[in-house]
Structures are given as C-alpha cells and as structure tokens.
C-alpha cells in the first residue's frame, strides 16, 4: 500500500489509524452483521454510535452544559443561511467580519435576509491580515457578530477570540476545529464543516448556546431550524450516518492517540512554525500573509513567478506531495496541514523545498 502526502484543503487526509479502523469494521460493525452505513438511524446500535459521538464533541472541545451539539448537513455553507434565519431576527441586524472568501460568501447569505454590515475587512490587502476591531465598532442591537476563525483560502486566522462585548459572537471553524483548545463559551455559536480535520464531508457540526435556540424566521426551512434539530437530537430525518461515525473514531483518535486537543495543538505549532521558518529564510520562497495573522492550518506560499509555481507543483505532485497548488484566487501555493497530515510530511515538504530551491 502506498499513501502520498495529501496536502488537500478539503476534503483531506484522515488518521491512518482511523481509515483501517473504518476498513475493519466496514463489512461487520461490531457484531451487528452490517456495515454502518447500512443500519437504520433508530436502531439501538446506531443510536449509541451517536450518542458517543455527541459525548466525544462535549468532552474533547469543552462543550459547556448549555449548549447544543448538531450534527447536520450540508456543508459549512448552508449555515451561511441558517444562521441569519435562526439568528437574526431580533433587530434583525448583524455585523460581519470579512476576513478571506467564506466569511465574504457568509456575509453575503445573511444580506438576504437582513441589515447586514461589514465590521471590518482585509480586502484591500487580498487578505493577507485579519482585519481589527474593538468592541465599540459593533452595533450594539446586533443579533450577532460573524467571524471565519480560520480563513482556508487565504491562510489567515485569528491571534485570539475577538471581543464582541455583550453581542454574541458566531463563528466557523471550519478548517481549525480540533486542532488546539478553543474556547467554546466564547461563541453563542460555532460551526464547521467536517471534512477538514473532523472525518468526510456530508457532516456540519453546529454547537449552539441554547437561548440562541426558538427565535428564528417563521420562513426557516424546516431543515435549517436549529430548534426541529435539536428537539429531534439530530434525527428530524436521516443523518449523515456514517460520516458521524467516522467524526467518532476521529475524536477517539484524538483523545486515546493524541492525547487530547493540548497535544494536538502542541505538535501542530511544531508543524506551522518549522514550515514558516523555512520559508522566511528561503530566497525564492514567501509566505504572503503578516506574521500575527497565520494559520497553523493553511499555509499559502509563492514564489512571485507563475510558471516557477507551476513547475514546483508539477515535480512535487511527482514527488508523491499531491494538492498543493494554491487557490484560484491566490495562486501559488498551499500547503494544509491538518492534524491527520504527520510531522514527517512536513519535514519531507521542507527538504524537498530546499532541493527545489538549489536548483533555480
Ligand atoms: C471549507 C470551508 C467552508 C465550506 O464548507 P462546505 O462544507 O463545502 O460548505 C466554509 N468555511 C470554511 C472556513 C471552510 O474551510
């Protein structure tokens, strides 16, 4: 068997451990003599296989006691809409920080349903910082403030949970959600697309303070509404089955074989600033984005010169490091590292950089 070092965005590498797990339990999942995916969501197995899931969510990310955990569907960006139709119906105004294309695509969504305004914005550097505000700058009858905590296509993120004051604060995390402690009681609501750094796509965790819950449009669809899903434990119709039960074996992953979301964070650091250093030194190499702004996740890279970017990519897709040309909209490069993809991946990333470098 040969695995190559993915440095896809999304959908990404999952645990080795946790692939040849699934593989073991794919035809008889314990006993039951069906795979996962062919059992009913009512029956007693799967209903523990869920349960353990939504207990795993609660203790790996600290999720405090009044909040609800969902799992949904969709993807991150059907929250785009759901949020505003669930939230925003108070003042029925909400604040956006635009920070990099999806919180651009969120704030966007909820302008269909409301006054919505930019907080602040990066835009006029393409993105390459996240944009400041203070408390103040938000409108204090908003129903929210909006935030992407890690931006995946620029490569930005967050140096801390910003202070929203008394207005609650939402955000996605996407494509940083169990990759270090974050503080959950900060947000009145968090949300991210699985596919990432949680298991295969199909699945969107959405963890939403209860009070937040009950106040949403009358025109929610029926499917959006975070109250059907929460009084209906995530089962109003069919859930995403398996791709929860993947999520469960990636908690379990990282609490029994990481050791919870402190080493994770540890090892990932490790990995983002050994990359980040190298490219600071390297004379054809730069990492675009301002130095309190990175992600530990995405690291976007170029060399200043498309076709040197193209030729890197061809000979390290060649060189068995697939998915890492950058985003349309950047160009250059990309490498994301989540927590599935090994240290080893990232040192063999830098050697083959520096090899690539001696040669121009
Ligand atoms: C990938 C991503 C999305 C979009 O997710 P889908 O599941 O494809 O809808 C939204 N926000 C962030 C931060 C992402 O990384």
Request: hydrophobic share 40%; net charge negative.
């Given at each position: ?339 599935a993809m090994p240290e080893e991946g990232v040192d063999a990333l830098i050697q083959f950089m520096r090899e690539f470098e001696q040669n121009v």
């Amino acid at each position: 068997m040969s695995r190559v070092y993915n440095f896809s965005a999304g959908p990404s590498m999952l645990p080795l451990s946790v692939l040849h797990k699934a593989a073991a339990e794919m035809t008889d999942y314990q006993g039951s003599g069906m795979s996962v995916m062919e059992m009913s969501h009512r029956s007693a197995v799967y209903e523990k296989i869920i349960a353990d899931a939504e207990a795993l969510v609660r203790s790996v990310l600290g999720v405090p006691d009044n909040y609800k955990v969902l799992f949904l569907q969709g993807g991150a960006s059907t929250q785009f809409a759901a949020i505003p139709l669930n939230l925003m119906t108070k003042s029925g105004k909400a604040d956006y920080v635009v920070s990099g294309m999806f919180s651009k695509k969120a704030y966007e969504e909820a302008k269909r349903y409301g006054d919505v305004k930019v907080l602040a914005s990066s835009a006029d550097k393409n993105y390459t910082y996240i944009p400041t505000f203070k408390p103040e700058d938000v409108r204090p009858d908003a129903d929210y403030v909006h935030i992407c905590y890690n931006n995946t296509i620029f490569g930005s993120k967050f140096p801390a949970i910003p202070d929203t004051g008394s207005v609650p604060l939402v955000a996605d995390l996407s494509s940083c959600i169990l990759s270090e402690p974050i503080d959950i009681s900060r947000f009145a609501l968090a949300y991210a697309g699985a596919q990432k750094n949680m298991g295969p796509s199909g699945l969107t965790l959405v963890i939403v303070r209860e009070d937040m819950i009950g106040h949403e449009n009358p025109l929610t669809p029926t499917m959006l509404s975070y109250k059907v899903a929460a009084d209906n434990d995530s089962m109003y119709n069919t859930p995403p089955c398996y791709a929860i039960y993947v999520a469960k074996l990636i908690l379990e992953w990282v609490r029994d074989e990481i050791g919870g979301l402190e080493a994770m964070a540890e090892i990932n650091y490790r990995k983002a600033q050994k990359l980040y250093d190298y490219i600071d030194s390297s004379k054809v190499f730069t990492a675009p984005v301002e130095k309190g702004s990175r992600s530990i996740m995405n690291v976007p890279f170029v060399t200043g010169d498309a076709q040197l970017d193209k030729k890197f990519c061809k000979l390290a897709e060649e060189a068995g490091f697939v998915n890492i040309k950058g985003h349309r909209s950047v160009g250059g490069m990309r490498a994301s590292i989540y927590n599935a993809m090994p240290e080893e991946g990232v040192d063999a990333l830098i050697q083959f950089m520096r090899e690539f470098e001696q040669n121009v």
